[in-house]
């Protein structure tokens, strides 16, 4: 808590500095003028974070996000003012400025092709991703999330095409950040399986840009251990509506801007997963219902004080009634198949809430400050009560046989009971402020937030298997006794505060080279088990070429294009990553909370390097991290489906490596397309209590994320005669993943689930196509049709259980959906 305080007074007196600073700057005022301008592409979006300096000086700026900048010169004195924007560059020699007179300069890149979906120019952090989700509507995808991974660096699939989640080198998705306009965002607690989880909570309608890093983020970004995505919703210039319907459900939302002072977005969602559902391996009735709604509303109170209100309910209910399952599988010598018939039903659903009321203050252009204060509840319910009874059969593999893949041999024959009543109850208050100022050679940010947490949780599960009408057990029995596999019953309630606090400085050392270094310090405190964090962390970036084509550019050499140097960035990164544990991570399998639990640690080391180049006279961009995570105070877990169970032990020690890299750009001429392709290799040491009562360790084993390999595509393509017909693939292949069971069966290595494979493909026909310099009643039309998992792969999310006689244990796969046509129309006003 002193550090903490210390960290709060230095900011202050920082902030008394800078404020003497800007009161020395307004006496010298006079001695200046204005630059000021909009950065925009061809078709009149604004372009954001596009580099704009004054020649010959260290007058440097970023646009925002609507593309304006500005910038104070010295009066009297000729200039060149000098903007870029990834590869693309353009400058313009300004006569000398009388005092206080201004200069506008609008910018247009010539980049209609070029998709937004590009590293962040001129930046600072490694591996940041900015898109434009406009330029992915096109693509058959069930989720947003979806989307990172084709474009963000080190992602792997996880809880399969349905699910939200998403891993980030080696690490599960309880190690990601979201942020949703300064922010942060959860997750339900208690879904199990993809098609439980429904909507996630970003309106892909409502999003300008997100930004997305993979490891080595700066300390304005919380306490993870895996990555941050940072999504920032629009501020609407005019009115605006557009309307999505498809097989799988509606989106409609609106924009406006009533006044020069208020402007809002609302948006609401529906979706029904019924008719993917249909071809899982478990038949039955399904009914799913998924819908939510959110809205921005911001009112400018006065010149310098804007308020605005982010606020999103969403209503998700799964409601399965299994009536068969048959699956079959094994080798072609050992085929097996499993046939259960079912009684019963499952009932997952979940109200969440969030409301945030965001106070923004700008007294000038260099100076920002936000008070966020944010209050976010969750009810979850799940009841399940499922019986059934099954048949675990040898199959006949003879070809000559008239009973070819019909059961010779029955292995085994039970009957099961899963039993659940679990309530939970979360929420979550606080309230913060964050500042930022622009000064001479950089920006200075820091942030201070309070967090208070309260969890209410009423878990009650058990389950009941027998064979051949026996139980199984082999301890000693009274036959009048029912022995349950499991027996889980908790209750929990408990409160906590949270106090963090993070500075950070940007500033550059060398214009020349585009030289810059970012350094902040990050510090966090929880009374739940009293422990203070301390993360620094620091980002370099340098361009060793940009001297030298800057040089050549000015002397305007015929020969620009053939003497450039490539357009090359080095980066790298290096900080410490602290996960203080939420609530998952407190609770075993038992229902037990361990209150002497401790924040798990990952320490990055990142190196990175991005490449611009034209080929066919056309922009690309490649780029390429290497990575080294050192990780100790782990939490062991087990990954069923999209469920992680934690071990509640800080019992484990690892580490997580690998080689990221991608390339992007227009293969086909006006569209984008990205390639991407992964290495990684985590591994962790678990220590562990034996059945003698002995501490053992597991030596390095896999982690239940150790994905070694994973490429994919997203490609898209016209017809040449005529570019309103388009044609839009995702292909995907992840490798092999370990599997574990529960219990000591965790500390070695035993099933695999098989490679993840799977192709969607789109065709779309754009009848109206968006064109922000015409009015027009009817914006943007098109139409498309999407076939999900073209090539009928079988996919294994996860395994069940089955024991026969003799209690020999056999893994079920469960199989993510199968092949499906869905057809998509959207409409733009």
Known sequence: ?????????????????????????????????????????????????????????????????????????????????????????????????????????????????????????????????????????????HQFESVLKHVGLGVAQSGGELSSAFNVRGGNFDENLIYVNDIEVYRPFLIRSGQQEGLSFINQDMVNNLSFSAGGWQAQYGDKMASVLDVQYRTPKKFGSTLKASLLGTEWYIEDKRSPRFSYLFGARYRTNRYLLNTLNVQGNYKPFFADAQGLFTYKLKK????????????????????????????????????????????????????????????????????????FTDFEREQITVEGAYELSLLENNLGSGNFATPKLVLGAGYFINNARNDLEARVWNSGLIGRHNHKSGVLKWGVKFQNESIVDRLKEWRYNDSAGYSITLLPRNPDEIILDRYVNAKIDFQSLRVMGYVQNTQTISAANNLRVNYGLRSSYWT?????????????????????????????????????????????????????????????????????????????????????FLSWNRPFKWISEAYLKKMDDLVPYALENVRIRYYAQNSSKGYATGFDTRLNGEFIRGLESWFNFS???????????????????????????????????????????????????????????????????RYKEGLTIPAYRRVDIGFSKTIVEEDAKKERKIKALWLSIEVFNLLQINNTISYIWIKDINNQTYGVPNFLTGRRLNFKIMIKI
């Open 679 to 745: 290495l990684l290799f985590t591994r962790e040491n678990i220590s562990y209590e034996n059945d003698s009562g002995e501490i053992s360790k597991s030596g390095y084993i896999r982690r239940p994320t150790d994905q070694r390999m994973s490429f994919s595509i997203l490609f898209q393509d016209a017809l040449p005669m005529d570019p309103s017909f388009k044609m839009h693939l995702n292909l995907i292949y992840g490798s092999s993943l370990p599997y574990y069971l529960i219990g000591n069966a």
């Open 528 to 612: 739940f088990n009293n422990q203070n964090l301390i993360s620094p962390r620091i980002q370099l970036s340098f361009e060793p070429n940009k001297k030298f084509n800057d040089t050549l550019r000015k002397t305007e050499h015929q020969n620009y294009d053939s003497l450039k140097k490539k357009d090359l960035m080095l980066t790298a990164a290096f900080g410490y990553y602290y996960q203080p544990p939420f609530y998952r991570e407190l609770r075993n399998f038992d229902g037990d909370i361990n209150h002497n639990l401790k924040a798990q640690r990952s320490i990055h080391f990142v190196l990175g390097c991005d490449i611009n």
């Open 304 to 375: 310098d004080l804007s308020i605005q209100w982010l606020t999103n309910v969403s209503f998700n209910r799964f409601l399965l009634q299994p009536q068969s399952q048959s699956t079959s599988f094994g080798t072609v010598r050992d085929a097996l198949r499993l046939d259960v018939a079912f009684g019963g039903q499952e009932l997952m659903q979940y109200l969440n809430s969030l409301n945030a009321i965001t106070f923004k203050y700008q007294p000038n252009l260099q100076t920002e400050i936000k008070w966020i204060s944010s209050y």
């Open 1 to 141: 808590m002193r550090l903490i305080a210390a960290l709060f007074f230095t900011i202050f007196f920082m902030l008394q500095d800078e404020l003497y600073a800007q009161d020395l700057s307004q006496k010298i005022e006079k001695h200046y003028a204005l630059v000021i301008g909009y950065v925009k592409d061809s078709k009149g979006f604004p372009l954001a974070e596009a580099f704009v300096k004054i020649n010959d000086s260290k007058m440097t700026t970023l646009t925002d996000e609507n593309g304006f900048y500005s910038l104070k010169v010295e009066s009297g004195k000729p200039f060149t003012i000098y903007c870029s924007y990834a590869s693309f560059n353009k400058m313009i020699k300004v006569p000398a400025l009388k005092e206080s007179e201004s200069f506008k300069w609008d910018i247009t890149f010539e980049i209609i092709e070029l998709d937004p979906a590009v590293i962040k120019p001129d930046r600072i952090e490694p591996s940041i991703i900015v898109l434009d989700p406009r330029k992915v509507d096109g693509f058959p995808t």
